[in-house]
DNA sequence: GTCTATAAGGAGATAGAC
DNA sequence: GTCTATCTCCTTATAGAC
């Protein structure tokens, strides 16, 4: 069954439908900040700001601060991403060209956000994995979710042991695409990722 | 002709040797900070006492602070790394050997590193992408370096069209698994990675 | 040249008015 | 609950003693 999601979901990281509460807009900006410019990289006064909340709103729905939004921001972010990805998975029939459509359709987001938004949470991942160790776990889950759904998505059409090499790969691509993609202005590293993935998935077949 | 480096080589950021400058000291103590935590989350210091250098030399030897200092580390220790990786190639006459042979030993070092270690450049990368224009320009200046340099040693062994998509590759698979195995504390996604690498390889030949 | 003290500004966090 | 003012600490950067 292909075409089960619409065939242009909304950006991850688009503007908070109007009429959004508070604690809506704080969640949307410090997500949309985190993932831009890192957790170190990120102030609280800015997410307030952009969120258009006063700055005490933050501690008041976060009682734990940076830490806590930070976290959550991780562990929310990462699952909607995943599922926007295994989206796109569905919307072809061929598991090859679904590979192919699935970094297409990335390159293209890439490019219509001014390549500032690629993957929600590998900067802060790198930004926080020697200094805290909540926020690198929790960015370690879900990695670890991700290549354990891409191995199930690959699973449908090869053997386990491969398929779960084939969601490794993947997932490395993508987060190494669009750290070159972002870095040099480019979409083309996603759409080389995306060939390579194919063949990687082709041989495995 | 394989061999034509040591086996050994040091670790790119290892303690610098005893009798090293205040110069030497404090661009060594950033290559680490900078590459372990990123720009915003490194403070200059941090960075002198790393160094066990006086915080004015800082300004002393860089009196662009902490821009021009980031930049002189990603210009230098993006080179070295890429010199560290060809000459691991070179070890093995057999390129999808030197290819697993490769990422086999960058999961060494990340282990001996303590999970610390990775790509010396890719945090710092993500970190400035979106605010620091004039470092993103030297990120992706050594990117670009890094598949220039992979494209002439995979044309080596296939044609160069599809020399230009595995030295892609190669770098978004060290990259990802970089990012994987340092969030994840596990060496596993190299040489995951690896066993890709040697399939494109395989492929392409 | 090496090193210290301080300036000026921004950070996260909190207290409390409304 | 919403919002403001402030507290304390840490940052980059500089001035100037030695």
């Not at 900006?29 to 957790?39: D, M």
């Not at 805290?132 to 042991?161: C, K, M, Q, Y």
């Not at 490395?172 to 390579?196: I, K, Q, W």
């Amino acid at each position: 069954m292909a075409a089960a999601t619409p065939s242009n979901p909304p950006p991850l990281l688009a503007d908070p439908p109007p009429g959004s509460g508070t604690r809506a807009r704080i969640r949307h900006a410090a997500a949309r900040l985190f993932a831009r410019r890192g957790y170190a990289g990120t102030g609280l006064k800015q997410v307030a700001t952009d969120a258009s909340a006063p700055f005490g709103s933050i501690y008041h729905f976060f009682p734990g601060g940076k830490d806590a939004l930070a976290e959550d921001m991780i562990r929310t972010t990462g699952p909607q991403f995943m599922a926007l990805v295994l989206g796109l998975l569905e919307e072809r029939d061929d598991p090859v060209d679904a590979v192919v459509h699935a970094f297409d359709s990335a390159a293209r987001d890439l490019v219509a956000s001014g390549y500032a938004d690629g993957c929600p949470v590998a900067t802060m991942a790198l930004d926080v994995v020697d200094t805290n160790e909540t926020l690198r776990g929790a960015a370690a889950d879900v990695f670890a979710e991700w290549i354990d759904g891409g191995t199930a998505w690959f699973s449908r059409h090869v053997s386990p042991d491969r398929a779960r090499d084939l969601a490794s790969a993947m997932v490395m691509l993508v987060e190494g695409a669009f750290l070159l993609g972002r870095t040099s202005r480019d979409p083309e590293p996603l759409r080389a990722a995306g060939r390579s993935m194919a063949t990687l998935l082709a041989a495995a077949r």
